[in-house]
């Protein structure tokens, strides 16, 4: 069940990386920036299913945004109606001040796009494909610079096709921030890669927001979020399910602890705040008075002696959100699961 | 922003991916020498085996024509549409900076460089083995820029109902048999009576011009039937664009 995540000392979730958002949210606001991305109600529906179904998103200028769910939650068919290739039918979109429905062209000039999947022309080498970016992108940048970035200078007369996995998404990212612009929109930017291109993914997420641009990311992965993120969005199901800053959405869920029972142990348990659930002779419990619940059973074990192994405790992480907002709509996706599935077909 | 430096101006980007994509066509050996080589063979083939002479001649001229514009325009530009599209491509450069309208234009480049080459090839061949000169040249550009809009448009609109490049070789059958037949039988039918209501069909009007290029009858008279043949192609153009501008699909998802 929870993790302790302790370790790696700027970990967020740790007491440093709670300082570290705030002290960038301090930043934020001394800076005032108005939204880079703001969604208002926004609907998408294909034929009879509703895709996405009346969402509010605010992406401010300079921070990163993740957007997390489950495959068919709707996030890619936000990021197409943001970039202007999606068709919204309710709601209204702002994307840099424009509308990216009338204005997509106009926006092409100052936002980076990456898609989630191929599209590049397999006979076309990578130096051939940076190049050819370079003279239809309006914004000025080099081919070595986008090379050695993405660590590609060794590939650059392979044709696309050759590429693995890993190197075609990087020059995937290469063409989406070629030009550094003020907005990059990343679909999915880490998915399949290994864990090495992934941290250099990051870095260069991570850059791009040092120089001031504002980054909105979609991705399947928590640590990601985590480690990327100012601020985040869970969709669920065509809405957002919650939304904010990893310590304020953190703070709204009970942190637990757990330990795994001796067999002989006695049922005799204190009563705590939160709930309690045994299986496999681990003894978890969910609650929002973890000091006092931790303590009432910590000095159950030593009055009993019993010897508790395996015990772990910690504060909400994302990933326990992210479960409950699965589990918590469960219902609905029970109810409206049929005609989910015959649209993905 | 300070973009001017990086001197992409609309026109430029366009000329930027027509000529990757020309530099793939080269690249692509096979198709290369088959778009040249072909149309040669068929081209000497007909002047010969279906003789001269100023009746059977125009008739010629309209079959090199019509296989033409019908395979080397319309079904290379739908092919190279739906297999760009098939593959992401159109997409990925959309995001690229370039217009819709440039991008359109740029992919269809090789298709359009194709065809004006296999045109010229046809023209060296039959002034070098026919005895006929056109005469009636509004009727020449009428019938290559007229066409080549008619191509362009209805490429456009088959890739609409074609899912994947394979299919292409099906979907685009039959515009190619109806323009095929329709140019041949505008050469054929009298100048004058009720088939030449044939004209209606999409791609008579090429038939019609070359019949008119050499000099031929028709019941219109040679400037009206030339303005009646090209408003035949381009009302088909114009009909073939909008339809395609109505339901172009970018990416490839749901066919």
């Known amino acids: 069940m929870t993790v302790v995540t302790t370790g790696d000392g700027a970990a967020p979730g740790t007491v440093d990386g709670m300082t570290q958002t705030t002290t960038r949210q301090a930043e934020h606001t001394a800076t005032a920036r108005a939204s880079a991305v703001e969604v208002r109600g926004l609907q998408v529906a294909y034929g009879d299913f509703e895709a996405v179904r009346g969402i509010d998103l605010d992406v401010r200028t300079g921070e990163v945004f993740a957007l997390l769910g489950t495959n068919g939650a709707g996030k890619t068919t936000t990021l197409e109606v943001i970039e202007g290739f999606g068709t919204r039918c309710g709601g209204s979109v702002s994307v840099l001040g424009m509308d990216p429905a009338t204005q997509r062209h106009a926006l092409t000039r100052r936002m980076g796009i990456q898609l989630q999947e191929g599209g590049f022309v397999d006979e076309l080498t990578v130096g051939e494909t940076l190049s050819l970016w370079q003279r239809l992108s309006d914004r000025p940048d080099r081919v070595e610079r986008l090379l050695d970035r993405f660590d590609l200078a060794r590939r650059r007369d392979t044709p696309a096709s050759k590429l693995s996995g890993g190197e075609k998404r990087r020059l995937d990212l290469a063409l989406a921030v070629w030009g550094s612009p003020e907005l990059v929109v990343l679909d999915e930017p880490t998915t399949g890669l290994d864990p090495e291109s992934r941290r250099r993914t990051w870095d260069a997420i991570q850059e791009l927001q040092e120089a001031g641009r504002t980054v909105l990311l979609t991705t399947h992965y928590l640590e990601e979020a985590e480690a990327l993120a100012d601020r985040v969005a869970i969709m669920h199901e065509g809405r957002v399910a919650v939304s904010g800053t990893l310590a304020e959405i953190l703070a709204t869920r009970p942190a637990g602890f757990s330990a795994v029972l001796p067999a002989d142990a006695p049922t005799d348990l204190p009563r705590f705040a939160g709930s309690t659930e045994i299986g496999g002779g681990r003894l978890s419990v969910r609650t929002t008075e973890l000091q006092a619940d931790l303590t009432a059973f910590l000095g159950w074990a030593a009055g009993r002696g019993v010897r508790l192994s395996d015990l772990r405790a910690a504060p909400a992480s994302l990933a326990d959100i992210y479960h409950a907002v699965r589990t918590e709509t469960g219902t609905t996706a029970a109810r409206t699961g049929t005609d989910t599935t015959e649209v993905a077909r | ?255």
């Open chain 2, 1 to 255: 922003m300070t973009t001017a430096l990086a001197g992409t101006g609309p026109a430029q980007k366009v000329t930027a991916l027509a000529g990757t994509e020309l530099t793939l066509v080269v690249r692509n050996r096979t198709l290369a020498v088959s778009s040249v080589l072909l149309p040669i063979a068929l081209g000497v083939f007909w002047a010969f085996s279906l003789g001269h002479g100023p009746e059977v001649w125009p008739m010629v001229v309209a079959l090199q024509v019509a296989v033409t514009l019908g395979m080397g325009l319309y079904v290379t530009g739908t092919q190279t549409l739906v297999a760009r599209r098939h593959a992401r491509v159109l997409q990925r450069l959309r995001t690229s900076g370039i217009s819709d309208g440039g991008l359109l234009l740029a992919t269809l480049t090789p298709a359009l460089a194709i065809a004006l080459a296999q045109l010229v090839i046809f023209a060296v061949i039959d002034v070098v083995i026919g005895d006929q000169v056109p005469s009636n040249w509004p009727a020449l550009v009428a019938l290559v820029l007229g066409g080549i809009a008619l191509m362009v448009g209805a490429a456009l609109a088959t890739s609409v109902v074609t899912p994947t490049p394979e299919r292409a070789q099906i979907t685009t059958l039959p515009m190619v048999f109806l323009m095929l037949g329709a140019a041949i039988a505008m050469v054929l039918i009298p100048a004058t009576g009720w088939l030449q209501a044939l004209l209606l069909v999409p791609g008579a009007g090429v038939g019609m011009l070359v019949r008119l290029m050499f000099g031929g009858e028709v019941g219109l008279g040679p400037t009206l039937g030339t303005i009646a043949a090209t408003a035949s192609l381009l009302v088909w153009a114009a009909v073939f664009i909008r339809l395609a501008a109505h339901r172009f699909r970018w990416d490839p998802r749901n066919g």
